[in-house]
Nanobody, 127 residues
Framework: QVHLVESGGGLVQAGGSLRLSCAAS????????MSWFRRTPGREREFLAG????????YYVDFEKGRFTVSRDNAKNTVYLQMNNLKPDDTAIYYC????????????????????WGQGTQVTVSS
């Protein structure tokens, strides 16, 4: 069982930055992967970025590549999402998720591959 807790959300002006954190408790090992998704009202939860717990390989959705950076601290069982140049369209609830075992490369994008989810953290970007 894995328990995930996100933090770092809040209100920021357009052009600003935030770093989200997701602390995992329970069993996270080299077979796992962790990712970030977000959900806006009326839309499906969408994949943003993921990272392999074994070798640190990262995966991004194309339209966010360059603004968002995912990283991990294995010792702290924590994954981060650095978000720069934020836009009002980035306003959403951001979730971290853990997958066991690690999905195949293309599988990172599908929320159905993740068994564990955090409660989410709200990010609001004002114009």
């Amino acid at each position: 069982q894995v328990h995930l807790v996100e933090s770092g959300g809040g209100l920021v002006q357009a052009g600003g930055s935030l770093r989200l954190s997701c602390a995992a408790s329970g069993r996270i090992d080299s077979n796992d992967a962790m990712s970030w998704f977000r959900r806006t009202p009326g839309r499906e939860r969408e994949f943003l970025a993921g990272i392999s717990w074994s070798d640190g390989s990262t995966y991004y959705v194309d339209f966010e590549k360059g603004r968002f950076t995912v990283s991990r601290d294995n010792a702290k069982n924590t994954v981060y999402l650095q978000m720069n140049n934020l836009k009002p369209d980035d306003t959403a609830i951001y979730y971290c998720a853990a997958a066991h075992p690690e999905p195949y490369t293309g599988g990172y994008y599908y929320s159905s591959n993740y068994a564990y989810w955090g409660q989410g953290t709200q990010v609001t970007v004002s114009s």
